[in-house]
Structure formats: structure tokens, C-alpha cells
């Protein structure tokens, strides 16, 4: 057999006019005195109801408005964590983007900075036109062959969240035996021709070749710390 629901406010009401001593047919008491309606009770669960739905609703828009504000905080987080990879003249009007390509804000000036180079690893980074087309190509593994200079600035560094200087492409990039940590630094895309005489050692002191056997080879120039 099917039970059906009894409405909550029905059950209510009833529950009402029995305390009250109300009979479902009359409108009088006990000792023969008008009391409150069967009606009357059903107005006054109404009234309890919508009170408690306002209440309902309130406590909705405050948890909302708090998780806004917590998202909010957030994205302003991230954005200041990517800014603080170049100097103000350049972070201030960049766009600001995650590692997977949502943007945080959009910019004007040419410059995406991203608060991790890699994901989720806290090394904030800002790169220009040819630096985010050559990070385009290491993601689908594709052919590269800058057609300028391109700079990249990494001011807060890179330390535990370095990489193997000679592959792109290492499956444990810590693990790799030419794993590379370098404090404040810019990385600058030159033709490869230019690379000549550089050397690929980061502990000879100066700047060195990163990836220099790759289509994505770059030098690294260690800054003093800001």
C-alpha cells in the first residue's frame, strides 16, 4: 500500500488546534467560550512558515555573499602572487592567467604573468609574446624556432620548484641529475645561433643555457633578489 505525505502544514495546524483545545468542527472551547479557529491556527503556521522561510532565505544570501567574498580574496591572491613575478611597470598592466588558461584579468599591455609556472608549483612568472608562444609549443610537444627575442621574468625565483636543465620533458624533473633551482632570474629567448659559447652549467656563476639541445633553449640570467 502507497503512503502519501501529509503536507507539514497541515500536519501543524493539527497539531496547533490540539493544543489549543480546538475541535475541527466547531469554533468553540470546552467551556463554551469562542476560542481560535481551526482557520485561525492555519493563518498562524502561515505566518510561522514564511517567517522561517525569510529566515531560510537570509541565511542563503549570507553564505553566498561569504563565498563570494572567500573567491574573491582568493583570485586576488593569485593575482598578486603572479604580479610579484616582474616589476610593477610591467605586472601592474598584465594579463594574469592560471597555467591552464583561465584568466584571472585581462590586461593590456602585451605581458601574461601566471602566479606558477608549472601547476601548482609557486614559482610566478611573467612572460611576453614569444615566451607564451614557446610555452604553447613545450605543452603540445611541437617544433619551435623563436623569430625574436623573447623575455620571461621569474623575480621570486624558482627554489623547490626547479628543473632538469637539459629536458623539458623529464617524467620526475627533481629527480633528474641536472635538477636545477635558480633564485631570481630572467630567461630570454634568442636565436640559437646566439647560443654559442654559452655555457649549460648553472653552478660556473652567470648566465647559462637551459634546454639547449631542444627546439626550446633559453638563457638564464640570475638578478640580484628584489
Known amino acids: 500500500m502507497k503512503l502519501e505525505l501529509i503536507p507539514i502544514k ?108 608549472m601547476p601548482e608549483d609557486n614559482a610566478p612568472a611573467c612572460h611576453d609574446a614569444i615566451w607564451m608562444e614557446m610555452l604553447a609549443a613545450i605543452g603540445n610537444k611541437a617544433e619551435f624556432s623563436p623569430k625574436g627575442i623573447g623575455i620571461s621574468y621569474m623575480l621570486q625565483g624558482d627554489l623547490g620548484a626547479g628543473l632538469s636543465n637539459s629536458d623539458p620533458f623529464h617524467p620526475d624533473h627533481k629527480m633528474a641529475e641536472d635538477y636545477t633551482e635558480t633564485t631570481a632570474h630572467l630567461m630570454m629567448i634568442v636565436p640559437h645561433e646566439l647560443l654559442e659559447g654559452l655555457t649549460n652549467d648553472p653552478s660556473a656563476g652567470g648566465p647559462y643555457v637551459m634546454w639547449g639541445d631542444t627546439p626550446y633553449a633559453h638563457i638564464m640570467v640570475p638578478v640580484p633578489n628584489p
Not at 481551526?38 to 498562524?44: C, F, N, Q, S
Not at 567574498?69 to 602572487?81: L, S
Open 10 to 117: 497541515f500536519l501543524l495546524s493539527f497539531a496547533l488546534a490540539a493544543a489549543l483545545g480546538i475541535s475541527a468542527c466547531s469554533d468553540t472551547g470546552t467551556n463554551g467560550e469562542e476560542g481560535v479557529t481551526t482557520e485561525g491556527a492555519t493563518d498562524m503556521v502561515d505566518e510561522a512558515a514564511d517567517a522561517d522561510d525569510d529566515a531560510v532565505e537570509e541565511t542563503t544570501g549570507a553564505v553566498e555573499e561569504a563565498a563570494d567574498d572567500a573567491a574573491e580574496e582568493a583570485t586576488d591572491a593569485r593575482i598578486a602572487q603572479a604580479e610579484s613575478a616582474a616589476p610593477d611597470f610591467i605586472s601592474k598592466a598584465a594579463t594574469i592567467t592560471e597555467v591552464d588558461g583561465t584568466v584571472l584579468r585581462e590586461g593590456t599591455n602585451g605581458w601574461t604573468c601566471m602566479p606558477d609556472l
